[in-house]
């Protein structure tokens, strides 16, 4: 069974850190290019960042651009997001998922969703005081 997990959400001040990972089970990630996404409450889901196959590119959304940075570790077969300079406003569900068409050397957090799969469950990032 293709599976992705989420974890590294946590509660944090203002100003903080969290560095979320995304680990694969039943597939490797290494053919894929990864997004990162999130959801807060009565919003839409929304790209955050993503990593082509083989890191050749990464795109941010402005919101978060100099803040975040996105990698993969290939030989543990896991993608990471650091997040530094935490807002209130980066509140939300953290999703990961692999762009279902392998081999992409190039991605945009403006692709649909309905080109990922699968997806993880999910992890709460809350950032307050």
């Known amino acids: 069974q293709l599976q992705l997990v989420e974890s590294g959400g946590a509660l944090v001040q203002p100003g903080g850190s969290l560095r979320l990972s995304c680990a694969a089970s039943?597939?490797?990630?290494?053919?894929?290019?990864i997004g990162w996404f999130r959801q807060a409450p009565g919003k839409e889901r929304e790209g955050v960042s993503c990593i082509s196959y083989a890191s050749v590119n990464a795109d941010y959304a402005d919101s978060v651009k100099g803040r975040f940075t996105i990698s993969r570790d290939d030989a543990k077969n896991t993608i990471y997001l650091q997040m530094n300079g935490l807002k209130p406003e980066d509140t939300a569900v953290y999703y990961c998922?692999?762009?279902?068409?392998?081999?992409?050397?190039?991605?945009?957090?403006?692709?649909?969703?309905?080109?990922?799969?699968?997806w993880g469950p999910g992890t709460q990032v809350t950032v307050s005081s």
């Open positions: 998922a692999a762009d279902r068409r392998s081999y992409r050397t190039v991605c945009t957090i403006h692709n649909s969703p309905g080109l990922y799969d699968p």
């Open positions: 039943g597939f490797t990630l290494d053919s894929y290019a």
